[in-house]
């Protein structure tokens, strides 16, 4: 290529000052010079220098799909390929890593501890690079693949109408949903949301989201059996003669008092928490273990409204009630939030809804 005069403007590349030089124009070439070796570091700073290992990112949906399925079979089919195809996949990404991701007989298959905390770590990078591929190619993505959702249990009525109102808006993403009173951490293990309920929030790099649509003020409620053999509290201070049932929390049981809240007011008034004759983590044992005359219970009014309405159960102290604590919706934080989670935790925070009936409690039945 020749510039005016017949002078060459091809660059040349100087090895050792690492720059571009345009011969014929001596006056400028100082100034048309580029630093190669800062170009190269400010490339650094935005690519990891270090080898992504990974080739074929097939290979990580084979062994997540495994992983999540515990099955070889399964997670061949949905990709399209033959067992021995997806066996080998995952075979040469252990290979790669140099660690053992799965434990493989014929039988199971089971996840190991690193391969749990790399299939937590890869289902954020096939989600996004699903997401990044749709807007490549000009259009947003389409939310598609599987949400697993961690929740605590007793949240049942609010959940099945929402999830099956977002399966129907969201066809092409799946939810997996385990319910238990464990707290998955969405750090290292595969979920992708938590529900959690909790007075107040450990401090964590994820994102929370109040859900504003559920209200779990506690009130103390008995059956009719129990009132007949135990003379029901007049005063929050009988409370303590009581035998209680109640939801096992962690954080309550290192907490001494019980407050309750006098209604229409910001009276309160404090009680020493009385000592629990069964508590359980599973608050639908709780409410069910009342309502059999296990003892007192100081339970979230959307858990015992039925019942009440039912005659089941009787409200007691009707002036007081205790607060209770507050739902979230929780997920990793970062700069990209795949699609499908996005959606996902806008929904629930619409739709997800658990009030008390309207229609105030029946009389018991006698």
Do not use: C, W
């Given at each position: 290529?020749?510039?005016?005069?017949?002078?060459?403007?091809?660059p040349?590349?100087?090895?050792?000052?690492?720059?571009?030089?345009?011969?014929?124009?001596?006056?400028?070439?100082?100034?048309?010079?580029?630093?190669?070796?800062?170009?190269?570091?400010?490339?650094?700073?935005?690519?990891?220098?270090?080898?992504?290992?990974?080739?074929?990112?097939?290979?990580?949906?084979?062994?997540?799909?495994?992983?999540?399925?515990?099955?070889?079979?399964?997670?061949?089919?949905?990709?399209?390929?033959?067992k021995?195809?997806?066996?080998?996949?995952?075979?040469?990404?252990?290979?790669?890593?140099?660690?053992?991701?799965?434990?493989?007989?014929?039988?199971?298959?089971?996840?190991?501890?690193?391969?749990?905390?790399?299939?937590?770590?890869?289902?954020?990078?096939?989600?996004?690079?699903?997401?990044?591929?749709?807007?490549?190619?000009?259009?947003?993505?389409?939310?598609?693949?599987?949400?697993?959702?961690?929740?605590?249990?007793g949240?049942?009525?609010?959940?099945?109408?929402?999830?099956?109102?977002?399966?129907?808006?969201?066809?092409?993403?799946?939810?997996?949903?385990?319910?238990?009173?464990?707290?998955?951490?969405?750090?290292?293990?595969?979920?992708?949301?938590?529900?959690?309920?909790?007075?107040?929030?450990?401090?964590?790099?994820?994102?929370?989201?109040?859900?504003?649509?559920?209200?779990?003020?506690?009130?103390?409620?008995?059956?009719?059996s129990?009132?007949?053999?135990?003379?029901?509290?007049?005063?929050?201070?009988?409370?303590?003669?009581?035998?209680?049932?109640?939801?096992?929390?962690?954080?309550?049981a290192?907490?001494?008092?019980?407050?309750?809240?006098?209604?229409?007011?910001?009276a309160?008034?404090?009680?020493?928490?009385?000592?629990?004759?069964?508590?359980?983590?599973?608050?639908?044992?709780?409410?069910?273990?009342?309502?059999?005359?296990?003892?007192?219970?100081?339970?979230?009014?959307?858990?015992v409204?039925?019942?009440?309405?039912?005659?089941?159960?009787?409200?007691?102290?009707?002036?007081?009630?205790a607060?209770?604590?507050?739902?979230?919706?929780l997920?990793?934080?970062?700069?990209?939030?795949?699609?499908?989670?996005?959606?996902?935790?806008?929904?629930?925070?619409?739709?997800?809804?658990?009030?008390?009936?309207?229609?105030?409690?029946?009389?018991?039945?006698?």
């Amino acid at each position: 290529m020749r510039g005016p005069g017949g002078a060459s403007t091809i660059p040349v590349f100087t090895k050792s000052t690492n720059s571009l030089t345009f011969p014929g124009d001596e006056a400028s070439a100082a100034v048309n010079q580029v630093d190669v070796r800062a170009r190269m570091v400010e490339m650094k700073s935005t690519v990891a220098d270090y080898e992504t290992l990974v080739d074929d990112v097939r290979d990580l949906r084979a062994f997540a799909l495994t992983s999540d399925l515990k099955s070889l079979t399964a997670a061949a089919r949905l990709m399209g390929e033959s067992k021995a195809t997806a066996s080998r996949r995952i075979t040469r990404l252990e290979t790669v890593l140099g660690t053992a991701l799965l434990r493989r007989s014929p039988r199971v298959i089971e996840t190991t501890d690193e391969g749990a905390i790399y299939r937590a770590r890869v289902a954020q990078i096939l989600g996004l690079l699903g997401d990044a591929n749709a807007v490549a190619k000009g259009a947003r993505a389409v939310p598609s693949g599987q949400v697993r959702v961690s929740a605590p249990t007793g949240l049942n009525e609010a959940l099945a109408p929402a999830l099956a109102q977002f399966s129907a808006a969201f066809p092409q993403v799946a939810v997996y949903l385990q319910v238990g009173a464990r707290l998955v951490d969405l750090e290292s293990e595969p979920f992708d949301v938590a529900l959690r309920l909790s007075t107040k929030l450990a401090d964590s790099s994820l994102v929370a989201h109040r859900v504003r649509g559920i209200e779990f003020e506690r009130i103390v409620v008995a059956s009719p059996s129990y009132l007949k053999a135990h003379p029901a509290p007049m005063r929050v201070e009988d409370l303590e003669s009581h035998r209680i049932v109640e939801p096992y929390d962690r954080q309550a049981a290192a907490m001494s008092p019980l407050t309750f809240t006098i209604r229409g007011s910001d009276a309160q008034v404090t009680l020493r928490r009385p000592v629990a004759a069964i508590a359980s983590t599973d608050i639908e044992l709780v409410r069910n273990l009342v309502v059999e005359g296990a003892g007192l219970g100081i339970l979230p009014r959307v858990h015992v409204q039925r019942y009440l309405e039912e005659g089941r159960l009787v409200h007691l102290l009707p002036g007081l009630v205790a607060p209770g604590p507050n739902l979230y919706l929780l997920h990793r934080g970062g700069p990209f939030l795949p699609s499908k989670v996005r959606v996902f935790v806008d929904f629930l925070k619409r739709r997800l809804v658990l009030t008390p009936s309207k229609t105030g409690p029946k009389s018991p039945r006698r």
